[in-house]
């Protein structure tokens, strides 16, 4: 109509302030002045044209719901890649695995030889005392290290006791002589007298028992003397055997007794060898005759000897047994020097390992293989000897092997191992 006024626009600033609303203020008009809400005309004109005051309130209870999803989805390529990874992946895992230094030791020419230790000594240690009676030293003649022959005097006991009653004892086999042969005299006249009768049967054996008498006594005081004789001539000591004195207790005042502690001890012959002890599993290879080698602490010297005695029982406790090595004299070869032996026991071509390939535990001596799979086993060996090259394996490898030289304490039988293609020597 005419008069009617023509509604004028809404301006466009008047549009863009809105004001959210709550779901529980939801359809309430804008409270106010400066925020106007949308004509509910309108919107139930428009239809959908007009804004609904409650559709942001609907999205934001949509939010946690995606996101949960989204970080589920996520999770599902994650272990799908995991369970499903493509060979470049494979083999990049595969080179985490230990790298170790392994070669074939291949054989070598070896001699094969017993070691022991043990000192010198002399091969007949003889202890030299007093066979007579208690008597005090009184005269001393030789010093230790000196060369004595047999019957030489090495001290004198006191013999004033004794040489008195040899004396007299000597006047008394003289005198025992006369009376045996003034008997004998006594008995031959009578039994020259005996046919013509001037003496009766009697007289006649009376005179031979008093002769027969006469000479027992003379064996009676023969015998005495000779026994004081000997120990006299037992006051003076002497050497039994040629020979090297090596100690000498005696001294000038010093009492000896029979049975006590030895005055001299002498090598006889100067003879002296070592004594030494050798494992038991070293016993088997070994033989009387063997040469050996002996070399005595602070000397450069080598000396020879040979294999004389091995014992024939094995000490329960330390599993050792004992074994003897002649050697020649020689004034370096002193009785009570350690020394160290070897014997040649055999030569051979056998693997030489670095002693830093052998392990050892309760079971025994053993060595790490890389097997064709690339993993690691376990293989026990037998070291027969050391040498300047390393550890000489008697049994357990061919040398083919692939046998892990450093760091092997550090695996496993069974690991999966890479091998460097770098060479140990």
């Not at 090495?154 to 003034?182: H, M």
């Not at 027992?216 to 039994?240: D, F, G, N, W």
């Not at 070592?274 to 599993?281: D, F, H, L, S, Y």
């Not at 005759?289 to 070399?295: D, E, L, M």
């Amino acid at each position: 109509m005419a008069g009617q006024a023509e509604p004028q626009p809404e301006s466009l600033a008047t549009r863009e302030q809105v004001a959210w609303i709550g779901r529980d203020r939801a359809g309430i008009s804008p409270v106010s002045g400066d925020t106007v809400a949308f004509d509910r005309g309108a919107g139930e004109a428009g239809g959908s044209s007009g804004f609904s005051g409650v559709a942001a309130p609907q999205r934001s209870r949509w939010i946690p719901v995606v996101v949960a999803a989204a970080v589920a989805a996520l999770g599902l390529v994650i272990a799908y890649r995991l369970l499903h990874r493509t060979p470049d992946a494979s083999a990049a895992a595969d080179n985490a695995v230990p790298l170790v230094s392994a070669r074939s030791p291949g054989v070598s020419a070896v001699t094969a030889t017993v070691s022991f230790t043990g000192t010198i000594d002399a091969r007949y240690d003889m202890p030299i005392g007093t066979e007579g009676e208690t008597g005090r030293i009184t005269a001393v003649y030789v010093e230790a290290g000196e060369h004595v022959h047999q019957g030489q005097p090495l001290a004198r006991l006191d013999d004033s006791i004794l040489l008195p009653q040899v004396e007299r004892l000597t006047a008394s086999l003289d005198e025992e002589r006369a009376n045996a042969a003034l008997a004998d005299a006594e008995y031959a006249r009578a039994r020259q007298v005996q046919s013509a009768g001037a003496l009766s049967a009697e007289d006649i054996e009376k005179r031979r028992a008093t002769a027969v008498t006469a000479e027992a006594q003379v064996k009676v005081a023969a015998a005495q003397l000779a026994e004081y004789q000997a120990r006299l001539a037992h006051t003076e000591i002497r050497a039994p055997a040629a020979g090297i004195v090596l100690t000498r207790s005696a001294e000038v005042g010093q009492i000896a007794t029979p049975g006590g502690s030895a005055l001299f001890r002498l090598a006889r012959g100067g003879e002296v060898e070592m004594r030494g002890q050798v494992a038991e599993q070293d016993l088997p290879s070994l033989e009387v005759g063997q040469s050996a080698i002996v070399h005595l602490i602070g000397s450069d010297r080598a000396f020879r000897g040979k294999v004389r005695l091995l014992g024939a029982v094995i000490d329960p406790q330390t599993r050792l047994g004992d074994i003897r090595v002649t050697l020649e004299p020689d004034p370096l070869l002193r009785p009570g020097a350690f020394a160290r032996a070897e014997v040649v026991v055999g030569r051979g071509r056998r693997p030489v390992l670095p002693q830093t390939a052998v392990l050892s535990d309760e079971l025994g001596s053993y060595v790490y293989v890389v097997n064709a799979d690339g993993r690691i086993e376990r293989r026990a060996v037998h070291v027969t000897d050391t040498t300047e090259q390393g550890l000489v394996i008697g049994s357990g490898l061919t040398g083919n092997e692939r046998v892990v030289m450093t760091a092997a304490a550090f695996l496993h039988p069974g690991e999966r191992v890479a091998v460097s293609s770098a060479r140990v020597s």
